[in-house]
């Protein structure tokens, strides 16, 4: 079946640095992504719409120059969180559609094991 | 705008008996529906789906959820919990037509004792 596979599964940064993280969709081209934050036992929150292409679409409040999101291919966007902060960390998540009627909100989304994300 | 809203924040069953974890949904057109399961520090993972066929929908590891559009209910059950069940799991609709993003309910913890 389709996979979405995240890089790195953890990572840890000091504060000031960038961190960049992958997502890959294995077996499917994926046109849009889309990347999701969820904080410490609450849900997913929708961070932005990455398309192949062109610039991603970001959420409201969502920081576009800190959260960079890059989709150069069909198959590979990435999310660079710059100058991070404390309050950055998170889980990290990222997520394609793919198979079947991969273009209509019936095919479900595949999702990545997520990055686990630490500013000290 | 379409939402789903997870009625219980935490759940717990004893090994062996029923599992309902409830969810109501709001959307201005059919929508499509899905339950996801989350175990600890790990990624999501699909357990049904609801796009407008059979309003009662099969999952995996024996966990089915009922579409019905007269209560804008899908909760999700199974017949007999087992200890492997015991995760985060999220009520999710689509926010539109196309290919759009998911909108997450705020998910419900299910414990299971033994």
């Known amino acids: 079946g389709a996979v979405v596979s995240q890089h790195p599964s953890w990572v840890i940064c000091k504060s000031g640095t960038s961190v960049k993280i992958e997502c890959r969709s294995l077996?499917?081209?994926?046109?849009?992504m889309f990347w999701y934050r969820q904080f410490p036992k609450q849900s997913l929150m929708l961070m932005a719409t990455?398309?192949?292409?062109?610039?991603?679409?970001?959420e409201q409040g969502v920081e576009k120059d800190k959260f960079l999101i890059n989709h150069a291919s069909l198959t590979l966007s990435t999310l660079t969180v710059t100058s991070a902060h404390p309050e950055d960390s998170s889980f990290y998540i990222c997520?394609?559609?793919?198979?079947?009627?991969?273009?209509?909100?019936?095919?479900?989304?595949?999702f990545g094991n997520g990055t686990r994300l630490t500013v000290t | 705008a379409q939402s789903v809203t997870q009625l219980d924040s935490h759940v717990s069953v004893s090994e062996g008996t029923p599992v309902l974890l409830r969810c109501n949904y709001s959307?201005?057109?059919?929508?499509?529906l899905f339950w996801y399961v989350q175990h600890p520090n790990k990624g999501l993972q699909l357990l049904l789906k609801?796009?407008?066929?059979?309003?009662l929908v099969k999952g995996i590891n024996g966990f089915e959820a009922e579409f019905k559009k007269s209560e804008t209910s899908f909760h999700l059950t199974k017949p007999s919990a087992h200890m492997s069940d015991a995760a985060e799991y999220f009520c999710?609709?689509?926010?539109?037509?196309?290919?759009?993003?998911?909108?997450f309910g705020k998910g419900t913890r299910l414990s299971v004792i033994a």
């Open positions: 997520s394609a559609r793919g198979g079947n009627n991969a273009g209509t909100r019936n095919s479900p989304l595949h």
């Open positions: 077996d499917f081209q994926a046109t849009t």
């Open positions: 990455s398309n192949e292409g062109s610039k991603a679409t970001y």
């Open positions: 959307s201005s057109y059919s929508p499509s």
């Open positions: 609801y796009t407008s066929a059979a309003t």
């Open positions: 999710v609709v689509t926010r539109a037509s196309g290919n759009t993003p998911l909108v």
